[in-house]
């Protein structure tokens, strides 16, 4: 299969399927920004809820915390986003078009007479490049003015930084403690694509950890190890994850060591989590322009410092699509094309169809019985329509691990078949046992 066919592929799945719609379609689309449906936003909350578990619940020494969207339009000039958060742009003179200054299309130099827009063909008409900056602006209350100017965030850190005294005068932690959160995103990004890679709108799942300086290596380092563990614990093909090591001329303005976490897209080796030492960087920042200390008192060893950061910083929707790409399959089955989502059972959107086999001989009733029951527990899908094989395809390209047909054996002796959708095996399983069946097969 050519990889540009899989993205395709999937993309129409997608549609087909109810994971992800084109945002404001009937109205042609709004760029680079996508809407998830009924199985998109069951997936992606799994796999929030299970970044949220291993980096919450599971944990004592992290906390959780929801920043607002909106912040102090000073955060962004001590976080460096105002100077800093800028991508250099050249304009076509004549086709109106923009484009990055090292878009691989362009021919020549831009600003020079040689120069070739790669859109209209035009020779001489970019011009040299100017910084672009990627925040998108908006104004708070009814005047329009300089003075009324926010940004919607363009990182969820900031919020963590902020807020980072109130969590620990609230909470029980000491330093080494971090602070987690998941929330929205926006960049106004100018090579925006490969579908919800990289997108206007997005989600982030970051934790900043804030440690004594002079053990942000070692904390580090630790922490870049968790990280791989969480990212191959969603099922993601081994050999299809690695580490790359920013270079000094990757690293961001206030990072002293970074790794990114990279998955093999059809398109490429691409970051889908980055780990940073941010060092002290953000709170000295942030205790500059806001001229408030933001120092930690260790009383045990009546000292005092700003703790340095080590973040780790994932998007949810780039996960997502990671996992979503890792599942397809295809399948010759019996002559025909199976499509297979090979989910980890906790991220499925649905976890168990319910199928009556036929549609009469008491069937149908047993099988709502037992779906509902089911659905009490997890989300679970009834579909009594077209031929069983049907009914398991659909169900396959959906990512389901489990569905359950309710036939003639059932009404009999309260038995029921379980077909797994990788192996497409069928275990005959007793009625009273299939919750504890399913459970122990959806245990992680
Ligand atoms: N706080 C650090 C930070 O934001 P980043 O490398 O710019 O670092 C972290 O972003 C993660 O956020 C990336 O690894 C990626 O998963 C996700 N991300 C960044 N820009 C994105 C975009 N335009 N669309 C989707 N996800 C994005």
Redesign the pocket.
Known sequence: MADTTLMDKLVSLCKRRGFIFQSSEIYGGLGSVWDYGPLGVELKKNVKDRWWHAMVHARDDIEGLDAAILMHPKVWEASGHVAGFTDPLVDCRHCKNRFRADDPRIKGTPGQPDAQCPVCGSKGTLTEPRLFNLMFKTFMGPVEEQAAVVYLRP?T?QGIYVNYLNVLNSSRQKVPFGIAQIGKAF?N?IT?GNFI????E?E?M?MQFFVKPGTDVEWFERWRGWRMEWCQGLGLTSAKLRFHQHGPDELAHYAKDAFDIQYEFPFGWQ????V?NRTDFDLGRHQQYSGKKLEYFDQAANERYVPYIV?T???A??VTLTVMVDAYREEQVEGEVRVVLGFHPALAPIKAGVFPLVKKDGMPELATEVYHALKRRFPAFYDDSGAIGRRYRRMDEAGTPFCITIDGETIANRSITVRHRDSMKQDRVGLDRLEAYLGDHLAV
């Open positions: 990182e850190a960049r990004e925006p890679f990289r997108t206007r997005f982030q970051e970051e889908i989590e980055g940073h973040e910083s994932a998007g929707d780039r």
